[in-house]
């Protein structure tokens, strides 16, 4: 059973940065997807960026461009999610999640989820 744990989260002001980490345990070899979702109160779950085992990534939405940059440790089996120049709307929980059948903006595709680590954008 995969299991996956993020963190990092925490309270920033406006214009900073984060880096938010997915530890995942118990692959069993293969392909997965991993992927980065948040959701603000109210809102529904939207997908943040996406990375495969093999390498391929995959950022979802205007709001990540030129911010958010997702990356793999496969060796430590961890993925990241480094966030710059943070605004208050990006003020959600964030969620890993993770699929084996690839890189995909709907939450519904990934059967693995962590539990997720609360970002605060805020001065």
């Known amino acids: 059973q995969l299991q996956l744990v993020e963190s990092g989260g925490g309270l920033v002001q406006p214009g900073g940065s984060l880096r938010l980490s997915c530890a995942a345990a118990?692959?069993?070899?293969?392909?997965?997807?991993i992927g980065w979702f948040r959701q603000a109160p109210g809102k529904e779950r939207e997908g943040v960026s996406c990375i495969g085992t093999t390498g391929g990534r995959t950022n979802y939405g205007e709001f990540v461009n030129g911010r958010f940059t997702i990356s793999s440790d496969n060796a430590k089996n961890k993925v990241y999610l480094q966030m710059n120049s943070l605004k208050p709307e990006d003020t959600a929980v964030y969620y890993c999640a993770a699929n084996r059948v690839g890189c995909s903006p709907l939450p519904d595709t990934y059967g693995y989820w962590g539990q997720g680590t609360q970002v605060t954008v805020s001065s």
């Open positions: 118990g692959f069993t070899g293969g392909y997965y997807a």
